[in-house]
């Protein structure tokens, strides 16, 4: 016996059937024939069951048959739709394709759209420009709007010519006869407005604002037509230049008149000794003249009456009223600023200038006014004795040069540097006299008996009170020196009294 039949039979002998017969004591033959005899009859058992159920196996025989071509036929119809599924998955890609290449089509096509439709719209002159360019006043709102149109398409215009656009050739000839049109409208607008500056009492600051609500307009004409821009800026710079002359020249001149009709002079100097008529028993006039060692009132020029309105003379007139001559300067120099910084305001807003050019323009306007001015101030300061009243002027140029620095306007500068040259050298030549009037008093003509404070003393206590008063806000050094070599005389004055006393 072989290995692997002694191993199959190990095998069998584990088995708990072939254990229970060999425990049991039976011979194995006979339990093998009753073996047999059971599984003849079991077999014989099942073919009978078979033949019984013949019926329903050979149905069930047909049924999977049926089954079998119905799976058959679904499986055909499933190949079907799976052959479908991948045609459609292919239609389906190309469409995606099909569907990408339409999207960026159109957005091709929008986006030519959108530049055509903006190109259209920029260089197409409608009807509402051309009506409105040649018929609508040049004053109305309407016609600003449509010149801003008109403005945009002749600058896209000039564009499209250096692209050599054939549509821009189509509406040349249009845009420039509106252009032109347009020109000749703003200009007559203009000078009519400028015109309006010349009548008499009329209040040019009216057509100032009416030509600063269009300043559009004259930025057209810088872009279209230069030599119209020119002869307008020309124009308006000749007729406020004749205004503005006209206006302080005749001002000043009034003003001149309201003066007080005695002023200070060569006998009104700190050593100067007083005459009969200025005795003990005189009283002077203080309606005709101001008082030239007390500063009073006076100071108020400097303070209250800084920004107050400016002297009407003709309102005054009629009351006789008269004044100081500083607070004549103060009202010129008030009106001065306040028309020269709106004008340099005005003319930098309207014609778009920088500062510069602004300067330069400005200049051109006040030039003569300015000049007028400086020598009528140096005409009656030249024969000015009244230290206070010039350095009160003095003070005056300094606060307005600030007031002007405030509403941002350098433009008169030069002004008060050339106002300045003309007060600075005169005070000090006044300052001088004083000086040599006190060191120059010859005190052997003092009457012995005399024992009241000198008159000299007391017109220098007053003085020296009112300078430093009035230099305490803006301190000048230059006056403080002056004063400083006045009082050194004043002292050696009173030393030259004293020793004349037992």
Request: hydrophobic share 40%.
């Amino acid at each position: 016996m072989s290995h692997s039949e002694e191993e199959n039979l190990q095998d069998h002998l584990q088995e708990d059937i072939v254990k229970e017969a060999l425990a049991s004591g039976q011979d194995l033959r006979e339990y093998s024939k009753q073996v047999e005899v059971e599984l003849a009859s079991c077999e014989q058992a099942s073919i009978q069951d078979y033949i019984s159920q013949a019926g329903n196996i050979a149905q069930l025989h047909t049924q999977i048959s049926s089954c079998d071509g119905i799976l058959a036929r679904m499986e055909n119809l499933l190949l079907s739709f799976q052959t479908d599924l991948g045609s459609i998955s292919s239609e389906i890609l190309t469409l995606q394709q099909e569907s990408v290449d339409m999207n960026l089509r159109l957005k091709n096509r929008q986006s030519v759209r959108g530049e055509l439709s903006q190109f259209v719209d920029d260089l197409v002159v409608t009807e509402q420009l051309i009506t409105t360019i040649m018929e609508t006043p040049v004053s109305e709102q309407q016609f600003l709007e449509q010149l801003q149109v008109l403005d945009h398409k002749i600058e896209f215009l000039k564009e499209q010519s250096f692209r050599e656009a054939r549509a821009a050739q189509d509406v040349k000839d249009v845009l420039e006869k509106l252009k032109i049109k347009a020109v000749a409208k703003i200009r007559e607008y203009f000078l009519l407005k400028i015109n309006q500056f010349k009548k008499p009492l009329a209040n040019y600051q009216i057509p100032q604002n009416a030509m600063l609500r269009f300043k559009f307009y004259f930025q057209f004409l810088q872009k279209v037509n230069r030599e119209v821009a020119s002869e307008v800026r020309e124009e308006y710079i000749d007729t406020m230049s004749k205004i503005m002359f006209s206006y302080f020249k005749s001002y000043s001149g009034r003003l001149a008149k309201l003066q007080f009709e005695e002023s200070a002079s060569r006998e009104d100097l700190l050593g100067a000794e007083e005459s009969q008529s200025k005795g003990f028993f005189f009283k002077p006039s203080l309606k005709n003249k101001t008082t030239v060692f007390s500063v009073g009132s006076r100071d108020e020029v400097l303070s209250v009456e800084l920004e107050a309105p400016i002297i009407v003379p003709h309102a005054q007139q009629k009351t006789d009223q008269r004044y100081p001559h500083e607070m004549l300067f103060r009202s010129v120099q008030y009106a001065l600023v306040d028309n020269a910084c709106r004008e340099f305001l005005f003319i930098s807003e309207f014609f778009m200038l920088d500062t510069n050019t602004a300067q330069e323009l400005f200049n051109n306007i006040f030039g003569k006014t300015l000049s007028v001015l400086v020598k009528q101030a140096d005409s009656f300061i030249s024969d000015s004795f009244d230290c206070l009243s010039v350095f009160l002027c003095i003070h005056l140029v300094q606060r307005y040069q600030l007031l002007c620095h405030k509403r941002c306007v350098g433009g008169l500068d030069r002004y008060w540097e050339n106002l300045n040259g003309v007060l600075w050298p005169r005070l000090s030549n006044v300052m001088q006299m004083n000086i040599v009037s006190v060191r120059e008093f010859d005190t052997t003509r003092r009457r012995p008996a005399d024992v009241r404070p000198h008159y000299s003393t007391r017109r220098y206590a007053e003085f020296s009170a009112a300078i430093v008063g009035i230099n305490e806000t803006f301190p000048h050094e230059q006056m403080n020196r002056l004063l400083a070599m006045l009082q050194e005389e004043v002292e050696g004055l009173i030393l030259r009294l004293a020793s004349q006393f037992p």
